[in-house]
């Protein structure tokens, strides 16, 4: 453990940028300033759906978010403050989710909030903290919250959005599976800006929407659309929902048989949804996720991340929104070391030209939107030769990262 006082420039900037994932990684993670307390503790304020459809992967993020605070403050904390996570269910719903941020901001006083796990909520928590001029890292997929018309100086999206994510699904799962394509979407901002980003990309592969058959947000039951699906024969089923109703959905499709002709495809495939629907409803299913554990042989970071994740819990694996939810939190902490403040516009500025590695390899903000770019994982469901009960995805491909993969700039509204 460093003292702040011998913590050499070149030290904290390894620490910061994490530029060699194993070395940075496995020394302490933050830089350490122990001195005379300055105050109460940092707070940072965690809204979450802790109920509905999307509970497990927001379990998951706590997780994470909660090891990413024991490890600041077993380090030491920041001027002898320590940090507490604020957790809050804002149940899935935009109204809640806006409540629950300002209570956070206006009772409970938080220095930051990181959450969200809904392309809906999360832009109502950013129009709360936008208005507030608090940093809000998102940790849930969303294509507006990097428009211009939609964001601040104080907003960030450490997750992957819709653009990037069925982008890289898409170049990888149309030229080899066919380009005849059906989508089932959850009829929300999630869905259609998931459709929007296969068809972008599909245009360019030559592929073809032959139908987007849209349901309610947490649906259980497909049976409807199914016997439309198969009469339509498409090579590719894209799934694009979300938690519960991916498990349902696929669990549905593979009963009725729509493997046999046509393969399906998910934009983002969960660890928990995979774990929930069990090895043969999801064998053979292709998607996209930002992270699988499974990566710790081939990505340093990945391996310190994921020891660090099953000592703190018997053994546990992280899933994709964990990890998330760790990475949100750590890269706000880290930018309040630098900057040597919790004042949210000094920050930002640190946060905003960030280099990072805690988990999956080189990440950092795009200037223009504060968008992180960031590698998408392509990863195949499998249903045989697994060594353990976590090890249900094959790596297909690595999509590095790449700021062309993005919208660019302009198009979002940002002025050149």
Known sequence: MNDSRSLTDFSRRRLLQAGAAGAALAASPFAINIVRAQGGPIRIGFPT?????????????????????????????????????????????????????????????????????????????NAVTRERKVIFNSISQS????????????????????????????????????????YLT?????????????????????????????????????????????????????????????????????DFGLKSTTRIVAPVLLFTSRLAGGADAFDGVV?????????EDTVPAAKVFNDKFRKAYGGAVPSDYGALGYAGVRSVLAAMVEAKTTESSKVAEVLGRLKYNWYKGDQSYRKCDHQSVQSVIIVESKSKGMKDKNDVFSVLSIEQPNEANLRSCTELGFKA
């Not at 090891?67 to 269910?89: I, M, P, S, T």
């Not at 819709?162 to 380009?179: D, E, I, L, N, S």
Request: some cysteine; overall charge negative.
């Open 49 to 125: 759906p802790l109920t509905g459809a999307f509970s497990a992967e927001a379990q998951d993020q706590v997780r994470a978010a909660e090891l990413a605070v024991k490890e600041f403050n077993d380090a030491g904390g920041f001027q002898g403050r320590k940090v507490e996570l604020l957790v809050r269910d804002d149940k899935l719903n935009p109204g809640e989710a806006a409540t629950r941020t300002l209570e956070l901001i206006e009772k409970d006083k938080v220095d930051f909030i990181v959450g969200s796990l809904s392309a809906a909520t999360q832009l109502s928590i």
């Open 287 to 295: 998607g996209g996720t930002s992270y699988y554990w499974g990566m």
């Open 143 to 182: 294509d507006a919250i990097n428009e211009a018309k939609d964001w601040s100086p104080y907003t960030f999206h450490e997750a992957l959005n819709p653009h990037m994510t069925a982008g890289a699904v898409a170049r990888y799962a149309f030229p080899k599976f066919g380009k005849r394509i059906v």
């Open 186 to 254: 959850a009829d929300y901002a999630y869905g259609h800006e998931m459709v929007r980003g296969f068809e972008r990309a599909g245009k360019e592969l030559g592929a073809t929407t032959l139908a987007d058959i849209r349901h309610p947000l947490g649906a259980a039951d497909y049976s409807a659309f199914l016997p439309r699906i198969q009469a339509l024969k498409p090579d590719v089923l894209v799934l694009c929902n979300f938690g519960r109703d991916l498990v349902n959905s696929v669990k549905q499709a593979t």
